[in-house]
C-alpha cells in the first residue's frame, strides 16, 4: 500500500488546465482515467486526508504509485481522450460497463452489387444499414421472416449465391417466393437494390406510405378482377401489419430518441437503455457496473453516454437523447454528441407527458435488470472467494491468490512441443493475457526440461520489465548471470508482438502472479521451481495439480496436498488446469495440421499464401511451375524476377517426390492428379507423403 503523499506533485506543478489525467500503480499499469475542467482543483480532491475520501477512492490512490496528466485545449477534447484512454488501458477503478452479450441487429449490406438482409454482431461496417439493436436474434429473424413475402430480399451466403449463380438453380427461398433470386437473373441487380431500399425505408419506420400503395393496387387488382393477386397483395399487407405489431408504438410523434435510464445502490449499477425510431420501440439493451469510484448518477450517465455513442456516427447518434441525471457540466457532453451525430443533438431529462411515462418504463426495467444480476452473482462472488481462501490455506499463502497462472506442456510423440500460460484474476480468465510458447532449447519429449525452459523465459521477461522500468531495490540485475534460453527466442502468442514502450496496457509479461500453477506432479513442479530460483525469484508461490488423483504438489514436500473433492478450491484450480490444457492442445493441434498441409512452395522464403495460390492457379500444379522457366514463372501477377529466380531455384533443389503406385495394379498414377492416403487396397497411395502419427496427445 502505497503513500499518496510519495507521489503527491509539487505546488505549481499541476496546470489550472482542461486535461486528463491517469493514476499508475507500481508495475506502470493504469489503474484509473480522469478528465477534469482544471486538473489543479481535481488532482487536489484526491491528495488530501485519506480519512476523508471514499472508501474506494481511498483505495484506489493507496493502489496507485504515480499520476501523470495531458493538457487538451477544451472539456470536449478532454472528453474525447479520456474515452480513448478507457478503452485503450481498461483501468480496474474506472466505471466500466459489463456487456455480457453482443446484441444483434439487423444489417443490410448495400455496400453489395446484391445486398444482403442478415444478423450481425459486433463492430459495424462501412456501408451497411442498421436496425436495432435487438435482445434476441430470434426476434429480429421473426421480423424477417414476414417481410420477405413482401421484400423478397436475398438472405443467402456469398457462397450460396455464387453456387446457385454457378448451376442456375435458386434455392429454396427462391422457389417459395421469399427471394427475388437475383442469382439466377429473375430480377437485375437495379430491380433488386430497389427491393433493398424499401425494405430499409419500411424498417426505418416509413410503413405508412408503403401501406396506403398496397392497399390501392389490391383494391384495383379486385376491380380488375384479378383475384389471385388481389388476395396476394391482401396478404402481404397482413405480413406488413403483423411485423409493425411487434414494435408497439410509444410516441405518436414519430419521434426518433434514445432513452435511458440507471437502477444503482452502494456497489452497482444497472443501465437500460431503449432505442426509440419512428416513434417505436425499436431495440433494448442493458449494462451492469461495479461502482468501484465514487460516482455520481449524472457520471454514470456520461459513461453509459461514451459507452453507447463512442463508435458511432451521423444516424447512429438519435436527434433526442433522454436521461434521467444531467452530465456535470451537460455542455462538453451535449457538444460531444453533436459533433458525432453532425447536427443538434437534444440531451435532456423528461419532465411530463409520453417520453416521462417510456422512462418510467425503463426505469422499472433498469431495477428488475440490478435485482437479476444481484441474485445471480451473489453466489458466484461468494463462491470465488471462498475458492480462493482454500488455495490460501492449503498452500500456507500470505493472502489470497488474486491473479493466477498455469502452464501446460503439449506434444504428439515428441514433435511439435509447444507450451501455454493462461491467466486467471479473481477466479476469472483473463483471455487477453494467454501466452503460447514453442519449445525451442531443445528437441524430443521431455516435459520437465520443457517446463523448466517456460518458467525461465516467461520470468526473464517479468525480470527484463523491471530491469526497464528501473524498479530493481538492491541495484543488483539478477539477470547478469542467468542461465537459459535468451529473450529473443521467445514465440509467445500473437498479442506479444504488440509490446510497446509505453506500458499500462495489459498485453505483456510484465505482471507477477501470486501462483504459478503447472500440469504435473513432483517433477514439474521441481522444474518449474528450479527456474524461479535461478532466476532470484522467492516471492511467487508454485504447486502443480496431477490429473491422475487430483492431487496438488508443493516444491520440496515428498506428500501432496489433499483437497476435499468438494473443495471450491480444487475446482476453480481444475478450472484453471484444463484451460491451460486446451489451450496447449489447440495451439499443438494447429502447428502438426499446419506442418502436415506443408508443401514444396512453403519453402521458397518470402513466398506468401496469396502468391502460393496466385502460382497453382496459373499453372495448374506443381509439377508444371518446376518445369516453367524464369520469364514464364515471372508471368504470373505479382511475381518478379528475383522471386521467380528464388521460387525455380528452391524448386529445383527439392527432391522429386515419389511417384504414386496404384497397389492393385501396380500402375504409375500422373502426380497430376489428386493422391489419397492409405486405404482399402486398390486405392492409390504417395510412398513418400507423411503420414499422422498415432500417439496419445499431451
Not at 457532453?333 to 417510456?358: F, Y
Not at 499446419?594 to 521458397?604: I, S, W
Request: aromatic content about 6%.
Amino acid at each position: 500500500m502505497a503513500d499518496p503523499s510519495s507521489y503527491r506533485p509539487k505546488p505549481g506543478q499541476i496546470p489550472d488546465s482542461p486535461g486528463v489525467y491517469r493514476f499508475r500503480d507500481e508495475h506502470r499499469r493504469v489503474i484509473y482515467v480522469g478528465k477534469a475542467k482544471s486538473l489543479r482543483q481535481r488532482l487536489a480532491n484526491y491528495f488530501q486526508d485519506l480519512s476523508g475520501l471514499h472508501p474506494r477512492t481511498r483505495t484506489m490512490v493507496t493502489t496507485a504509485a504515480s499520476v501523470e496528466w495531458t493538457v487538451v485545449s477544451t472539456e470536449v477534447e478532454a472528453l474525447q481522450l479520456e474515452y480513448s484512454w478507457i478503452k485503450e488501458y481498461d483501468p480496474r477503478f474506472n466505471v466500466k460497463y459489463r456487456d455480457d452479450k453482443s446484441y444483434p441487429y439487423l444489417a443490410v449490406t448495400m455496400n453489395e452489387e446484391f445486398p444482403r438482409v442478415q444478423v450481425m454482431r459486433g463492430h459495424k461496417k462501412k456501408g451497411v444499414r442498421y436496425f436495432g439493436p435487438y435482445a434476441h436474434a430470434w426476434a429480429i429473424r421473426d421480423t424477417v421472416d414476414l417481410l420477405l413475402r413482401v421484400f423478397p430480399v436475398r438472405t443467402c451466403s456469398a457462397g450460396v449465391f455464387k453456387n446457385a449463380a454457378r448451376t442456375g438453380r435458386p434455392c429454396l427461398l427462391g422457389y417459395i417466393g421469399k427471394c427475388s433470386a437475383p442469382c439466377v437473373g429473375r430480377v437485375s441487380a437495379d430491380e433488386h437494390r430497389e427491393l433493398a431500399e424499401e425494405f430499409c425505408d419500411f424498417m426505418a419506420g416509413r410503413t405508412g406510405t408503403y401501406l396506403r400503395r398496397l392497399e390501392k393496387q389490391m383494391v384495383e387488382a379486385a376491380e380488375a378482377m384479378e383475384y389471385e393477386r388481389a388476395a396476394r397483395l391482401r396478404d402481404d399487407i397482413e405480413a406488413l401489419k403483423k411485423a409493425m405489431e411487434k414494435n408497439a408504438v410509444v410516441l405518436a410523434d414519430a419521434t426518433d430518441a434514445d432513452l435511458i435510464a440507471v437502477a444503482e445502490d452502494e456497489l452497482e449499477a444497472a443501465v437500460q437503455i431503449f432505442h426509440v425510431r419512428g416513434g417505436r420501440v425499436r431495440g433494448q439493451r442493458g449494462w451492469v457496473t461495479d461502482k468501484v469510484e465514487d460516482v455520481t448518477t449524472g457520471a454514470l450517465v456520461e459513461h453509459a453516454l461514451q459507452q453507447l455513442y463512442g463508435e458511432e456516427r451521423g444516424d447512429s447518434v438519435p436527434k433526442e437523447v433522454l436521461v434521467p441525471a444531467l452530465p456535470e457540466p451537460v455542455e462538453p457532453v451535449q457538444e460531444w454528441l453533436t459533433e458525432r451525430r453532425g447536427s443538434h443533438v437534444s440531451l435532456r431529462i423528461p419532465q411530463r407527458g409520453d417520453k416521462k411515462a417510456l422512462m418510467e418504463t425503463v426505469e422499472r426495467n433498469a431495477q428488475q435488470a440490478l435485482v437479476l444480476h444481484k441474485t445471480r452473482r451473489a453466489s458466484d462472488l461468494t463462491t470465488r472467494s471462498r475458492a480462493l481462501e482454500e488455495i490460501a490455506e492449503a498452500l500456507d499463502l500470505d493472502s489470497a491468490p488474486l491473479r493466477i497462472e498455469c502452464y501446460d506442456i503439449s506434444h504428439l510423440q515428441g514433435d511439435d512441443v509447444v507450451a501455454s500460460m493462461v491467466v486467471f484474476e479473481d477466479g476469472l480468465q483473463r483471455k487477453s493475457e494467454y501466452r503460447r510458447f514453442q519449445i525451442k532449447g531443445f528437441e524430443g519429449q521431455d516435459d520437465v526440461r520443457s517446463m523448466h525452459e517456460v518458467i525461465t523465459r516467461r520470468f526473464r521477461r517479468y525480470l527484463a520489465e523491471k530491469e526497464r522500468t528501473g524498479e530493481w531495490t538492491d541495484g543488483e540485475n539478477p539477470l547478469a548471470d542467468t542461465t537459459g534460453t535468451a529473450l529473443t527466442d521467445t514465440a509467445e502468442a500473437p498479442l506479444s508482438s504488440s509490446l510497446k514502450d509505453d506500458d499500462g496496457r495489459p498485453k505483456r509479461f510484465a505482471y507477477p502472479p501470486q501462483l504459478v500453477v503447472v500440469d504435473g506432479g513432483q517433477p514439474q513442479v521441481a522444474a518449474a521451481k528450479r527456474a524461479l530460483d535461478e532466476l532470484g525469484i522467492d516471492d511467487i508461490a508454485v504447486c502443480g495439480l496431477a490429473k491422475r488423483l487430483e492431487e496438488v504438489w508443493v516444491p520440496d514436500d515428498d506428500d501432496p496436498v489433499v483437497l476435499p473433492r468438494s473443495s471450491e478450491g480444487l475446482y476453480l484450480l481444475q478450472r484453471v488446469r484444463d484451460e491451460a490444457h486446451r489451450f496447449a492442445l489447440t495451439y499443438q493441434r494447429t502447428k502438426r495440421a499446419k506442418r502436415f498441409r506443408a508443401g514444396p512452395l512453403d519453402e521458397v522464403p518470402g513466398l506468401g499464401e496469396t502468391r502460393k495460390q496466385a502460382l497453382i492457379k496459373h499453372f495448374g500444379s506443381v509439377k508444371r511451375l518446376r518445369a516453367a522457366t524464369i520469364d514464364q514463372i515471372c508471368e504470373v501477377p505479382g511475381i518478379g524476377r528475383k522471386t521467380a529466380e528464388t521460387i525455380a531455384a528452391t524448386l529445383a533443389r527439392a527432391a522429386s517426390p515419389a511417384p504414386a503406385v496404384n497397389t492393385a495394379t501396380g500402375e504409375i498414377i500422373d502426380d497430376e492428379e489428386p493422391v489419397t492416403t492409405v486405404g482399402s487396397p486398390g486405392d492409390p497411395v504417395t510412398t513418400g507423403a507423411p503420414e499422422e502419427r498415432r500417439g496419445q496427445e499431451t
